[in-house]
């Protein structure tokens, strides 16, 4: 055999070795299923982890899965936990739970049922399940994790006692367009806390707890919820010893909604621009020993709406005082006989109607201050009153006497000012647009520019913005700015600034343009010289 033919045969194995080697770490993979009789840990160095069946971690057994770890579910699958499932990742080295298809979608695989034993993830995320369930007489922690696209809850917790779920985002929860269900759910639960975790775009409600005691609902951020569903960003029906502090709801159907509930606390809440009201008192049961204190309620169409139907009463151990009610279509709303509120020492301003009762409802809201010392505007008992309207004939709605000073910070919406860097522009030169000379007694957050040509720079945080105009014309540019109370600027119409926009010369005649002017100039000099032999001659 020639020397060539032996090179020849070693490129081509070598040719196939690589090609080989390439195509099983391609293919690389760890399938699982059926029982885990004994403590397992899942490697990284063995990842992905493809189920092709059930995997159930047995009650003797503890699953611990290493940072970094891909578990992805090939079908219809669930991981139940009987025993102890330890998932911790780090930051930049999570934990993956998800789909193995190439397109996946929610619903594709079964979802994390723990039923007992301990469970702690952390640094986890888990897409496309049904849903994560908690339930049993186990432990379970949920951290700094990662929940989206699910077709019922994101976390649904079933007669269980002592979960923490903390640090976790929610995005997309319940896409069965059939299902009511929101992305955490807790069903006769004890000693639940639910702390520091944001929620977006759920299609119902974000937090909801049924017929619990001892559970504590703190510090979450809940915006855009209630897409499909009439329902608050947190839903409270039957439950006992609750403590809702310091969160956030914003831009859903309602803000909280409290149905057939004893011994709550409601405080230091801040909800805004929701559709319905910021706190509901609405219910067919009953409603006791609740306080509501220290909650900004703005930019809603009620602040406090207390609504009772069938044989629901809302009792005088409900008591409502030191809340900022503001800029809301109706501050207070009381919309039956049965609901026995009674708002003292509340700041209630800049609403449409500060106190509305109706069928045959009656309150007592004496020691409310309502924008103005003079009080509140009552048609025939306080005609001279600047503040809030209310309603009501003097005897089912009591508001004298009232306060003549606030209780707390009284916020002024937002000033807008805009100005721009040239008046005058070119086609698509640009127009840098600036706002922040705009002012608020709090601080702005966002800013939205109108361009005048049928454009906007949607809501912003940024107060200065560049801008180009692709057309003549002259066009007016206004900005709205938003307050950390959500209230936005009427002044657009005094601030608008003409743009005149100057067309830029066609390119396609600067050629010809060109060409002539140099024509002209080659004429103009031979009849200089013409005329300059004429002279000499």
Not at 9 to 37: D, Q, Y
Not at 124 to 142: F, H, M, N, Q, W
Request: charged fraction near 15%; aromatic fraction near 12%; glycine fraction near 8%.
């Amino acid at each position: 055999m020639s020397r060539k033919s032996v090179l020849l045969i070693i490129v081509i194995l070598g040719t196939f070795s690589i090609i080989a080697t390439f195509n099983i770490r391609i293919v690389k993979a760890t399938w699982v299923e059926g029982h885990i009789t004994n403590d397992t840990t899942w490697k990284f160095q063995d990842s992905p982890f493809i189920v092709i069946n059930d995997v159930i971690v047995d009650s003797n057994a503890t699953l611990t899965i290493e940072p970094r770890v891909e578990v992805k579910f090939g079908g219809d699958f669930s991981l139940t936990i009987l025993g102890n499932l330890s998932a911790i990742g780090t930051v930049g080295h999570e934990i993956m739970f998800t789909s193995n298809k190439l397109q996946p979608i929610a619903g594709d695989w079964k979802g994390i049922d723990f039923q007992g034993g301990h469970i702690f993830l952390d640094f986890c995320l888990i897409e496309y399940p049904d849903r994560v369930r908690l339930s049993g007489t186990g432990k379970a922690e949920i951290k700094n994790s990662k929940i989206h696209d699910t077709y019922y809850e994101g976390i649904e917790l079933l007669d269980i006692a002592g979960v923490l779920i903390n640090g976790t985002e929610f995005n997309s929860i319940n896409k069965n367009p059939n299902y009511s269900s929101g992305a955490i759910r807790a069903y006769t639960c004890i000693n639940v806390t639910v702390s520091n975790n944001a929620f977006a775009n759920c299609m119902a409600y974000a937090i909801g707890a049924e017929y619990g005691s001892y559970l504590s609902i703190m510090s979450n951020f809940i915006e855009n919820c209630n897409l499909r569903w009439y329902s608050a960003g947190i839903n409270l029906f039957g439950a006992q010893n609750v403590a809702v502090d310091g969160n956030i709801v914003k831009a859903c159907k309602g803000g909280i909604d409290i149905a057939t509930c004893d011994n709550l606390r409601i405080s230091n809440n801040r909800m805004y621009n929701n559709t319905y009201f910021g706190i509901g008192l609405r219910t067919g049961g009953r409603i006791s020993n609740a306080s509501i204190y220290c909650n900004t309620l703005y930019s809603n169409d009620k602040g406090i709406e207390a609504t009772t139907w069938y044989y629901g009463a809302i009792e005088d151990s409900v008591r409502i005082f030191n809340n900022s009610i503001c800029y809301n279509t109706f501050g207070i709303f009381v919309g039956s006989a049965n609901s026995h509120i009674e708002p003292h020492y509340n700041d209630i301003y800049l609403n449409t109607f500060g106190m509305n009762v109706s069928n045959g409802a009656t309150c007592n809201a004496t020691y409310n201050y309502w924008g103005d010392p003079s009080g509140p505007y009552h048609v025939s008992m306080n005609p001279t009153g600047k503040g809030n309207p209310v309603n009501g004939n003097g005897v089912d709605l009591k508001f004298i006497p009232f306060l003549t000073s606030p209780q707390g910070h009284i916020n002024q919406p937002p000033v807008a000012a805009l100005s721009v860097d040239k008046r005058t522009v070119n086609i698509n030169e640009i127009a840098t647009f600036d706002a922040s000379n705009s002012t608020d007694d709090g601080r702005i957050d966002y800013y939205l520019f109108d361009f005048g040509d049928g454009t906007n720079s949607s809501w912003t945080t940024l107060s200065a913005v560049a801008h180009k105009y692709a057309l003549n014309g002259t066009y007016y540019a206004t900005v709205t700015v938003m307050d950390d109370y959500g209230v936005t600027s009427t002044n657009a119409q005094l601030i608008k600034v003409q743009i005149t926009v100057v067309p830029e010369f066609p390119s396609f005649l600067i050629l010809p343009l060109f060409m002539i002017v140099t024509l002209i100039a080659v004429a103009i000099q031979r009849r200089k010289c013409v005329t300059g032999r004429k002279y000499s001659e």
